[in-house]
């Protein structure tokens, strides 16, 4: 076999929480060149990967939609040919109704090699997140996983509804939204009782995820009532008993609220776990980009010299990595550091530090500039301090510690870009009003949003899309440019902030309780 061939790896991305994603698939997303993912994964996912990523097409035969398989499998071979290595992310597990075995057999006629990486298939994970198991000691000792709508080339339909229906156990059927009444009258027709419980789990783990129960016999005018939409799995059984008891996902703080992230994506990760945890969807929505130095001879010439400084000042993560980053570059390490102590504006950056094996000697109780300097300007007489910052920073650090007698010196290690527009995708949602809050970490960012948000969406702000600010500075800011503030963070991180909001949306419902 030719060393230029890539490998593909068949990746199950899980049901759509992203948090599902097995440690094995981010290991092969990381090592990736060319990613296609199918239509049920979720897109915040491909934040794992500097692959160009690609959307696996769907087309229409003429009697309904389905995916143009024969091209994605030529796709993922010439890939391979090309020496890439190649992720299909498919959503769930890849050979649970996912065609992943038939993308195997292509790859494997065509010399291509592969690895099956399995992912949370959506039964067990809709189960488990709507608040029931499939299998129980008292309501179910088997599953079976089906089709709910089977390959229309057929001569004739595989399943034979009277040995389903006398199935000892649960019944859990995959794509069959379109087909809910003809599955339950097929079922009733082949002797299950019209009174078996039964749940619709409609986009399954996600925080759009809405789970209807009824009996077999009512299911498919409840689901119509509900206005639940596919992707959705329809399981039938006692089990479905469970989820008075057991429900847990739909109770968490932030359910169902949808929460735009402004800040870089290279900054996002924690801000959206975060937000993913609290049960909320993480819009990303970013107004920043973050850049290099347009050239790194500033930074470098301190570096030579980086042991003569009394005390480095951080006020970003971001400024650790770049300064600290860049002396690992040049083939140095903390040793170079020499005397210097260090001072960070916050936790987040602290930890940052640590990344490096350093530990901060100033973090201020407060992770504002004016406390960092409070902080910091008693030790500052004849102090020779470095701050390694961005290309824009407020002037308050610089002002305090100069005027307590330091002898400041500044190197931008990293810039900050404003984002042009924001994606078609996020633009739409603005204007649909399908956006719950919008978090604001910084006046520079409160002053591109107001730029970025669409006219259509104007009048939403402060009335259905609410702005969540992170401190007092932000907030005066954001009102400045037209942004009503309906949440203010008491700590100044993302996690204060998102507690905010959760303050606003409990008294919300405390009130509407009332009412």
Not at 358 to 371: K, N
């Amino acid at each position: 076999m030719s060393a230029s061939i890539g490998t593909v790896y068949l990746v199950g991305a899980g049901p759509g929480d992203p948090g599902l994603l097995t440690l094995r698939g981010l290991e092969c997303l990381r090592r990736a060149d060319v990613v296609l993912y199918d239509g049920l994964v979720n897109p915040i996912l491909l934040r794992h990967s500097k692959a160009r990523a690609e959307r696996t097409c769907r087309v229409s035969d003429g009697r309904e939609r389905r995916l143009d398989q024969e091209e994605i499998n030529r796709r993922l071979i010439a890939a391979a040919q090309a020496g890439k290595t190649v992720v299909r992310l498919k959503g769930g597990d890849p050979f649970v109704f996912g065609r992943g075995s038939e993308e195997a057999a292509a790859l494997a006629a065509a010399g291509i090699p592969f690895e099956v990486v399995p992912g949370v298939t959506a039964a067990v994970a809709a189960g488990e997140y709507a608040g029931f198991s499939v299998t129980h000691r008292d309501h179910a000792s088997a599953v079976a996983f089906i089709t709910g709508h089977e390959d229309p080339a057929k001569d004739s339909p595989s399943l034979d509804y009277r040995v389903l229906a006398a199935f000892p156990g649960t019944l859990v059927f995959y794509m069959g939204w379109h087909r809910l009444s003809q599955i339950a009258d097929a079922l009733i027709a082949a002797g299950k009782n019209a009174a078996t419980p039964v749940a619709v789990i409609s986009h399954a783990s996600l925080p759009s995820q809405q789970t209807v129960t009824a009996p077999l016999g009512a299911i498919a005018e409840q689901v119509a009532s509900a206005g639940l939409r596919p992707p959705s799995l329809i399981v039938v059984g006692e089990c479905v008993r469970q989820r008075e008891q057991l429900a847990w996902f739909e109770k968490r703080p932030l359910f169902g609220r949808r929460i735009g992230v402004t800040r870089a994506d290279e900054q996002a990760d924690a801000q959206i776990d975060r937000i993913f945890e609290l049960g909320a969807e993480a819009v990303l929505m970013p107004t920043l980009e973050i850049e290099p130095p347009e050239t790194w001879d500033a930074v470098d010439a301190v570096l030579r010299r980086i042991g003569e400084f009394d005390w480095i000042v951080f006020t970003s993560a971001n400024g650790v990595r770049a300064l600290l980053g860049r002396l690992w570059e040049l083939g140095g390490d903390s040793r170079r550091l020499g005397k210097a102590r260090l001072a960070t504006i916050g936790p987040s950056t602290a930890a940052a530090l640590r990344e490096f094996q350093l530990r901060a000697d100033v973090v201020p109780e407060t992770y504002r500039a004016e406390h960092l300097a409070a902080a910091l300007c008693p030790q500052m007489a004849g102090q020779r301090v470095l701050w390694a910052r961005a290309n824009r920073v407020r002037d308050v650090l610089r002002t305090e510690l100069t005027a307590a007698g330091a002898l400041l010196e500044e190197v931008v290690v990293y810039q900050h870009q404003d984002v042009a527009a924001w994606p078609d995708d996020v633009n739409q949602r603005l204007i649909a009003g399908q956006l719950d809050w919008i978090g604001v970490s910084s006046p520079a960012i409160a002053r591109n949003v107001a730029g970025l948000v669409p006219e259509p969406a104007r009048a939403l702000l402060g009335q259905s899309i609410r702005i969540a600010s992170i401190s007092s500075v932000t907030s005066a800011a954001c009102r400045e440019v037209g942004l009503p503030v309906s949440a203010e963070a008491t700590e100044h991180t993302w996690d204060g902030l998102l507690a905010a909001i959760q303050q606003v949306e409990s008294a919300t419902s405390i009130a509407r309780g009332h009412d």
